[in-house]
């Protein structure tokens, strides 16, 4: 599937108007819903490879969040060959109370997955505690961005950022946050 089919297809798949309230507080009049893509598996195969494709050479880990980002990482993990680690919204109470799941070694080079950026906020957060816990994250590529900041407030923090589509290539106007026909 090239690079426009893709759009299409995840663009069908998790477009809803209305009116939401995001993770940000702001209010939009459309939403994707990321799990509408990321649990179709001929999507998440094609992003996989897009996410694998944009690694920088020296990488030695991806990361994703949970509960959105786990399908997302699982996928460039497989399609990179690199092994993943999940970050947690909070310790957990229980077992081994970690919030960062699988081996992260000092040093380590990771970059971020996200599904969704619209300011940045939660890939932020994911970000520092990968950082606390020793990893150097490069970068943060997520696979849409809505254009609302999380470029900025991403590499204002010294973390270079990317994305597979931006809300624009999906066919979604940005700017008042309403939609062409997809």
């Given amino acids: 599937m090239d690079r426009t089919a893709l759009a299409k297809e995840i663009a069908s798949a998790s477009l809803l108007r209305g009116t939401f309230t995001l993770r940000s507080g702001k209010t939009s009049h459309y939403y994707l819903d990321k799990y509408l893509f990321s649990t179709r598996p001929e999507i998440l195969r094609e992003l996989g490879q897009l996410f694998a494709d944009r690694i920088p050479a020296g990488t030695t880990r991806v990361a994703g969040a949970e509960l959105g980002g ?55 957060e994911a970000v520092k505690v990968l950082q606390d816990a020793g990893a150097i994250v490069t970068h943060v590529i997520c696979t849409i961005d809505r254009m609302e900041g999380a470029k900025q407030n991403i590499e204002s923090a010294g973390v270079i950022f990317d994305s597979l589509f931006t809300v624009r290539e999906l066919g979604i106007e940005a700017d008042t946050a309403t939609t062409s026909r997809v």
């Fill in 70 to 124: 786990i399908p997302l990482v699982s996928a460039a993990s497989m399609a990179s060959g690199l092994p993943s680690l999940f970050v947690r919204n909070a310790k957990k109470d229980y077992g081994t109370a970690k919030q960062l799941e699988g081996k992260l070694c000092k040093g380590d080079r990771v970059v971020f997955v996200e599904d969704v950026a619209t300011t940045g906020g939660q890939a932020l």
